[in-house]
C-alpha cells in the first residue's frame, strides 16, 4: 500500500506550469526515509481524475498542499475525497499553517500540519502517536504539544529536491520577461526574510510560528546546481529565496564558489530594490562575472508614500532608479512586481506606477491586483475600513479583486490590469483609455 498521495493545489494566476519547493522537499525526506510518495497536480489533472487515481492507489494518508487562493478549491477536493475514500487527509502550506483552526473546521480536514511537513510527515507515517508531533493539529483541541510548529531547524538536513514528482513542463518553465523565451530552473537556497511588508505573509511566519530564515551551506547548493546542470536541459537557474542576496558575506561566497567550481550557467533571483542599491561594486560585478543573468524586484507603486507608510517597504523611489540602474550597467536584466487597484488609488496613480516602470527601464513588468491575504496587516486594516468584500471568492489575483474600490469599478480593474501588462514598455494614456471607453 502506497504511504502518501500528496496533492499540489497548481491553478489559478501563472500562465505557466510550476514546480513547489515545498512538495519537492517532502518527497525527498519522505523517499530517503523508505516512503512512498504519489504527486497529483491540479494544473494536469482535474478532480475526478485525481480521486479515481488516488482510490486506486489506496493510500494510507492524502496530504494536500495549498495557498490562500487556493483554498477554496482545496476545501471542495477534500470533502469529495471524504466521501469516496476513508483514510485521514492532512492539510499543509503557508495557509494552513497560518489558519489552523479555520482549515480544521472544514469536512474532509482531519489534520493540519503547522510549519515544515518534511519531519512531521514522516512522524505519522511511522504512525507516531499524536500527541507527540510537534506542529500536528487535529479536530480534537487537547493536544499539548499542537502550539508547537514543526521546524526544520537546519536545512542542510535535508535530502535535495525531488524534481520528478513534477512533469517537465513544470521543472523547465519557459517564458520571456523582456528578452527573449529562455528555458528556467527553479531551485531554493533559503528560507524566510527578516522584513515586515504589511501585504505579505513573512511578518506573520515569523510572529505567529516562530519561524527563522534558514540558510543552506553554499557548498551544498553549488553541489545540488552541478547535479542539476547535467541532469537537465535549460538556460537558467532562477532562486526562489525571498531575498537571494540579503546577506552580502554568502553571496560573495556564493560567486566565488560558483566561478571557481565551474558551474556556468546563467542564475537569476529575487531581491529588494534597497539590498541591491547598497550593494557594493564588487559585488555587483561578481555576481554579473559569475552568471547572474537577472534580478526580479518587488516595486509595488509609483507611490513612494504608499509603498512606504501603506506597505511599509521602506525603499525610496531614488534606491529603486538606483537598483535598476546598476543592473542596466552591468547588463544583468530586470523584472519588477507591481501591484494596483489600493482602495485610495485613482487611475492618475496607476498610471503614475506604469510610468515609473518605464522610468526606471524594468525589462519586464509584472501587474498584479491587490489581494490582501489574510492574517497580514494590510488585511486587517483594510476589513476594518470596510474595504474587503469577504463573499466574493477570488481564485486568480489577476482576473478578480475583492477589493470594494470607490472609485473604479469591479470589472474595470482586470482590464486595466491586463492593459498595462500587454502594453508594457510602450507609453499609455490610462485616463483616455478609460473615457473612451477602451476599458
Ligand atoms: C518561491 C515562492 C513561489 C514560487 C514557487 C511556488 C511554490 N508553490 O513553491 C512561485 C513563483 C511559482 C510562486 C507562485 C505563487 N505564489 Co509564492 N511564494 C514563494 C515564497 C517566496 C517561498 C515559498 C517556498 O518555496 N518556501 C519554502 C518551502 C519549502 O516551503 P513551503 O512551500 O511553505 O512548504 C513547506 C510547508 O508549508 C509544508 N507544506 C507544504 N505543503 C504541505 C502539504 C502537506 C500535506 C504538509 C503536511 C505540509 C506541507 O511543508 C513544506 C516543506 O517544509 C513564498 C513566501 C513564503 N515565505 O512562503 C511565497 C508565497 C507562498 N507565495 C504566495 C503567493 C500568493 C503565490 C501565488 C498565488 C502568486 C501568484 N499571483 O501567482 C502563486 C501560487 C503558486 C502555487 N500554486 O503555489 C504567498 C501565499 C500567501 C498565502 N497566504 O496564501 C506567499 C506566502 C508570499 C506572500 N505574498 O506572502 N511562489
Ligand atoms: S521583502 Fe519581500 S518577502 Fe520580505 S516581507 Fe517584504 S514582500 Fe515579503
Known amino acids: 500500500m502506497p504511504d502518501l498521495a500528496l496533492i499540489y493545489l497548481n491553478d489559478g494566476p501563472?500562465?505557466?506550469?510550476?514546480?513547489?519547493?515545498?512538495?519537492?522537499?517532502?518527497?525527498?525526506?519522505?523517499?530517503?526515509?523508505?516512503?512512498?510518495?504519489?504527486?497529483?497536480?491540479?494544473?494536469?489533472?482535474?478532480?475526478?481524475?485525481?480521486?479515481?487515481?488516488?482510490?486506486?492507489?489506496?493510500?494510507?494518508?492524502?496530504?494536500?498542499?495549498?495557498?490562500?487562493?487556493?483554498?477554496?478549491?482545496?476545501?471542495?477536493?477534500?470533502?469529495?475525497?471524504?466521501?469516496?475514500?476513508?483514510?485521514?487527509?492532512?492539510?499543509?502550506?503557508?495557509?494552513?499553517?497560518?489558519?489552523?483552526?479555520?482549515?480544521?473546521?472544514?469536512?474532509?480536514?482531519?489534520?493540519?500540519?503547522?510549519?515544515?511537513?518534511?519531519?512531521?510527515?514522516?512522524?505519522?507515517?511511522?504512525?507516531?502517536?499524536?500527541?507527540?508531533?510537534?506542529?500536528?493539529?487535529?479536530?480534537?483541541?487537547?493536544?499539548?504539544?499542537?502550539?508547537?510548529?514543526?521546524?526544520?531547524?537546519?536545512?542542510?538536513?535535508?535530502?535535495?529536491?525531488?524534481?520528478?514528482?513534477?512533469?517537465?513542463?513544470?521543472?523547465?518553465?519557459?517564458?520571456?520577461?523582456?528578452?527573449?523565451?529562455?528555458?528556467?530552473?527553479?531551485?531554493?537556497?533559503?528560507?524566510?526574510?527578516?522584513?515586515?511588508?504589511?501585504?505579505?505573509?513573512?511578518?506573520?511566519?515569523r510572529k505567529k510560528l516562530k519561524q527563522k530564515m534558514r540558510y543552506r551551506r553554499i557548498n551544498d547548493v553549488i553541489d545540488e546546481m552541478l547535479f542539476l546542470k547535467h541532469k537537465f536541459s535549460f538556460d537558467e537557474f532562477f532562486f526562489t529565496d525571498e531575498n537571494f542576496i540579503f546577506n552580502e558575506h554568502r553571496a560573495r561566497e556564493f560567486c566565488a564558489q560558483y566561478i571557481e567550481r565551474r558551474v556556468n550557467k546563467h542564475f537569476g533571483f529575487l531581491a529588494r530594490p534597497d539590498t541591491?542599491?547598497?550593494?557594493?561594486?564588487?559585488?555587483?560585478?561578481?555576481?554579473?562575472?559569475?552568471?547572474?543573468?537577472?534580478?526580479?524586484?518587488?516595486?509595488?507603486?509609483?507611490?513612494?508614500?504608499?509603498?512606504?507608510?501603506?506597505?511599509?517597504?521602506?525603499?525610496?523611489?531614488?534606491?529603486?532608479?538606483n537598483a535598476f540602474e546598476r543592473c542596466r550597467k552591468v547588463d544583468i536584466k530586470t523584472a519588477s512586481f507591481n501591484i494596483i487597484g489600493f482602495p485610495t488609488e485613482t487611475i492618475e496613480d496607476i498610471q503614475r506606477t506604469y510610468d515609473f516602470n518605464i522610468e526606471i527601464k524594468a525589462d519586464y513588468a509584472f501587474f498584479s491586483l491587490l489581494y490582501p491575504l489574510k492574517g497580514t496587516k494590510l488585511y486587517r486594516k483594510y476589513r476594518r475600513e470596510d474595504y474587503i468584500d469577504t463573499s466574493q471568492i477570488v481564485d486568480n489575483y489577476f482576473h478578480g479583486s475583492i477589493i470594494r474600490h470607490p472609485t473604479i469599478n469591479r470589472e474595470t480593474l482586470p482590464k486595466i490590469r491586463s492593459h498595462l501588462q500587454s502594453n508594457f514598455p510602450q507609453s499609455i494614456n490610462l485616463m483616455d483609455a478609460v473615457k473612451y471607453g477602451e476599458l
Open 276 to 321: 541591491v542599491c547598497g550593494l557594493s561594486d564588487a559585488l555587483i560585478n561578481d555576481l554579473k562575472l559569475a552568471g547572474c543573468s537577472r534580478i526580479h524586484m518587488g516595486v509595488e507603486t509609483g507611490d513612494e508614500e504608499i509603498r512606504k507608510n501603506l506597505l511599509n517597504k521602506h525603499v525610496s523611489d531614488k534606491e529603486i532608479l
Open 14 to 205: 501563472a500562465s505557466y506550469a510550476q514546480i513547489s519547493i515545498g512538495i519537492g522537499s517532502i518527497s525527498a525526506y519522505l523517499r530517503s526515509k523508505g516512503h512512498q510518495v504519489f504527486v497529483f497536480d491540479t494544473y494536469y489533472d482535474s478532480d475526478a481524475s485525481i480521486i479515481e487515481k488516488i482510490c486506486c492507489l489506496q493510500p494510507k494518508m492524502i496530504g494536500i498542499s495549498t495557498t490562500e487562493i487556493h483554498s477554496y478549491h482545496a476545501f471542495t477536493l477534500s470533502e469529495t475525497l471524504k466521501d469516496s475514500i476513508n483514510v485521514p487527509i492532512i492539510f499543509g502550506g503557508i495557509f494552513p499553517s497560518l489558519f489552523p483552526r479555520y482549515c480544521l473546521n472544514r469536512i474532509g480536514v482531519d489534520l493540519v500540519c503547522v510549519g515544515d511537513g518534511e519531519f512531521l510527515l514522516n512522524q505519522l507515517l511511522n504512525e507516531t502517536p499524536y500527541d507527540q508531533i510537534h506542529g500536528l493539529w487535529t479536530k480534537e483541541d487537547n493536544l499539548g504539544v499542537d502550539r508547537q510548529i514543526a521546524q526544520v531547524d537546519c536545512l542542510d538536513n535535508l535530502p535535495w529536491l525531488d524534481y520528478t514528482v513534477f512533469r517537465y513542463n513544470s521543472i523547465i518553465s519557459v517564458n520571456d520577461f523582456g528578452d527573449g523565451y529562455k528555458r528556467r530552473l527553479f531551485i531554493s537556497s533559503s528560507r524566510g526574510c527578516n522584513y515586515s511588508c504589511s501585504f505579505c505573509c513573512n511578518r506573520e511566519i
